[in-house]
């Protein structure tokens, strides 16, 4: 993480809630903006400089959900799902709408600090990866993926959009195409045993890259599932 204090925008409907996380947050060397709903969001998103989101899934007019999905959509501003519920079918929603981790209500302010360092961490060691020289170029069957800029572009030469978890996940995959990967072994590869990870998540991101990659993403061929084992890419990767 960088030495300046990070940005944090808080979009939480309940005043006391949203309150009680920005005092914690700026006694811990955080600069904190705070809004009530979507609209207030996405105004301080346009204008300001903002490091990673902690946004509600229960809001008054657009849902934490379809604002995640927007975001993601535009940027890989990092985000933070709060649910009042804390069972898989809400987190894997998050996840599958491009959020990078996920807290269920009533959490401690201590814990939630945590994820945001953990996400923040992970960010910027994805930076500091993609300014390292001599990073190589994989490619197959006509995408590239550009280790050092960390970008994926399609055989059209087109730009494709990637959190950094799914780009860490296709890498890890394609540098070991041919291998089947467990989801334990995918989760060291990627998040290094992170705070929020969690198996199932390995799951969501696959499925996120799929629809990205895959010709039919509901016949899955590049990245196919083995049954009780895990995953395997099978296109041929070419190393430059």
Same mark, same amino acid.
């Given at each position: 993480?960088?030495?300046? %204090? %990070? ?8 005043? /006391? ?22 609209? /207030? ?36 501003? %990092? ?31 201590? !814990? ?62 394609? /540098? ?40 039919? %993403?509901? !016949? ?15 296109? !041929?990767? !070419?190393?430059?």
């Amino acid at each position: 993480m960088s030495t300046a %204090p %990070p940005s944090i925008l808080v979009v939480e409907d309940d005043r /006391e809630t949203r309150a009680l996380i920005a005092k914690y947050l700026r006694a811990n060397n955080c600069n904190v903006a705070t809004a009530a709903d979507g609209r /207030e969001m996405e105004r301080w998103i346009a204008d300001h400089r903002v490091d990673l989101v902690v946004l509600d899934v229960m809001l008054p007019g657009e849902d934490g959900l379809s604002l995640c999905r927007k975001i993601r959509a535009n940027s890989a501003l %990092p985000i933070i799902m709060l649910t009042a519920r804390g069972d898989d079918v809400d987190r894997i929603l998050g996840l599958e709408m491009g959020a990078d981790d996920y807290l269920p209500k009533p959490f401690n302010p201590r !814990e939630l600090l945590a994820r945001i360092r953990s996400v923040l961490r992970r960010q910027a060691s994805a930076v500091t990866a993609s300014a390292t020289p001599g990073a190589t170029t994989l490619g197959f069957l006509g995408w590239r993926m550009d280790c050092r800029r960390r970008e994926l572009r399609n055989p059209d030469g087109a730009l494709v959009a990637m959190t950094s978890a799914e780009f860490d996940l296709l890498q890890a995959l394609c /540098e070991r195409a041919g291998r089947v990967l467990s989801r334990e072994a995918l989760l060291d590869l990627t998040h290094g045993r992170n705070v929020g990870a969690f198996e199932r998540s390995i799951d969501v991101l696959i499925s996120r890259i799929r629809r990205k990659i895959e010709p039919d %993403p509901r !016949e899955a061929t590049l990245i196919k599932t083995v049954r009780a084992g895990g995953y395997v890419f099978t296109p !041929e990767v !070419e190393t430059a």
